[in-house]
């Protein structure tokens, strides 16, 4: 077998805020929001594939979220093509464009290959969205067909139109609003295209913005704070997220503020196991969980903690099929066995294991193979097991050791929904 080789698959966009210092939160007043389409996105300039069907593609982004959440858009045409400056307010037309005018192309300069789209979002001192401008990067090439090399413009709308939204990027691989936005690749079939909201990204918009729902309840939250034992200090920067203990589904992820203090809102009654991770994957990874809690309907539950991570050499950064490694999810289809590998730092394959918190995945005793990548790579596969029922959505895969949880790469296998026949 040969090297694994390191595949940068995922390029990243990013929310731009300006004004003031941005508040935890931010959103719409009243969830109504108005989107006006530039005229730019039906001009042939190569940037969108010709015969793409781009009303499509917004029209199927937008209602991804208005199906998640307490959400509804309105969308006009308008001859417009230029993002509002930066500055305290902007010109109140939340704009979607991809117009090479100077204005746009200045969101890009620093590395206009780099990235999919920007999202420049404006508020108020209480921290309503007043406008939100999307601009798709002009120098890249969109398409809604699955051309390899290209980003899928339903995609990347439904990942910008999440920031327009409020929502920050998620540590959670499989979730829309990854940070990573990954180009097509071939061989891309109709099925494996779908977009698709993860529990994630619902949940994450239902904490904003509720959720109107005659047959169920809405919206519980787990919320709490954690500490650095034996300091009670607040640890750095941490990753916390639920994982539905039925199926092992993630099903909400947020960042620790500054005092350690998280929240998980937007959930449906159920039972739920909480972990926490170091949010630098690159660095010696700390991970553990909070315990196990059963949410009823319209429930809020505090769980605090205190964190004391093993210190370890261990890091593990990327994983991927066909020997190929990216800090992107896998996705799942029809197979029932796949080779997967793992790239990170300092594996020890003699008290290595790879586990799930569900039911529907396991790795084959005794397939795990290290592979030789030099002094700065470490990497090993292994062979995947996965059940015919498993339902969509988005896995974690953990690395397990003696002393227990080293490393996880949080919602990094994906089951898209399946068409139906």
């Known amino acids: 077998m040969g090297l694994v080789v390191l595949a940068t698959s995922a390029f990243a966009s990013y929310t731009v805020v300006p004004g003031r210092s941005e508040p935890q939160q931010l959103r719409w007043k009243d969830g109504m929001v108005r989107i006006a389409i530039s005229k730019s996105l039906s001009e042939q300039t190569g940037a969108i594939k010709s015969g793409s069907d781009i009303a499509v593609a917004i029209r199927n982004s937008l209602l991804l979220w208005e199906n998640a959440a307490d959400i509804k858009f309105t969308i006009e045409a308008t001859d417009a093509r230029n993002v509002s400056p930066s500055g305290v307010a902007g010109d109140g037309v939340s704009l979607i464009t991809i117009a090479a005018s100077p204005e746009n192309v200045l969101l890009f300069t620093k590395d206009p290959m780099a990235e999919s789209a920007r999202t420049r979002v404006f508020y108020n001192r209480r921290g309503f969205i007043t406008e939100a401008d999307i601009v798709l990067n002009p120098y890249q090439q969109f398409s809604t067909d699955g051309t390899a090399g290209t980003f899928d413009l339903e995609a990347t709308l439904t990942h910008e139109i999440g920031h327009l939204l409020g929502l920050r990027h998620s540590s959670v691989l499989g979730a829309v609003m990854s940070e990573g936005i990954a180009r097509n690749a071939g061989g891309v079939v109709a099925s494996d295209r779908r977009i698709d909201l993860s529990d994630a990204d619902v949940t994450a918009a239902r904490e904003l913005y509720g959720f109107v729902d005659d047959v169920s309840e809405c919206c519980s939250s787990i919320s709490g704070k954690i500490t650095q034992a034996p300091s009670k200090t607040p640890p750095k920067a941490l990753s916390v997220w639920a994982e539905d203990n039925t199926n092992g589904r993630v099903v909400a992820q947020a960042e620790t503020s500054p005092d350690g203090t998280y929240r998980l ?22 991970l553990g969980d ?58 020890e394959l003699n008290d290595l294991r790879i586990e799930f918190n569900s039911p529907y995945f396991r790795a084959i ?52 929904v399946r068409p139906n026949l």
């Open 365 to 416: 005793p005794g397939s795990i193979k290290r592979h030789d990548l030099g002094e700065k790579l470490s990497a090993v596969s292994f062979l995947l097991a996965v059940d015919e029922e498993v339902p969509s959505g988005v896995y974690s895969l953990f690395l397990t050791g003696n002393d227990g949880i080293l490393a996880a790469m949080v919602g990094g296998l994906k089951v898209p």
């Open 290 to 347: 909070l315990g196990t809690v059963r949410l009823s309907d319209n429930e809020d539950r505090t769980v605090n903690g205190k964190v004391a991570g093993t210190s370890h050499d261990l890091a593990l950064s990327f994983m991927g099929l066909d020997s190929q490694l990216a800090d992107a999810a896998i996705l799942i289809g029809n197979a029932r066995e796949y080779t997967v590998y793992l790239g990170g730092r300092d594996f």
């Open 265 to 286: 809102g937007g959930l449906s009654a159920g039972l739920y196991t909480i972990f926490w991770q170091n949010l630098d994957r690159s660095n010696s990874t700390h």
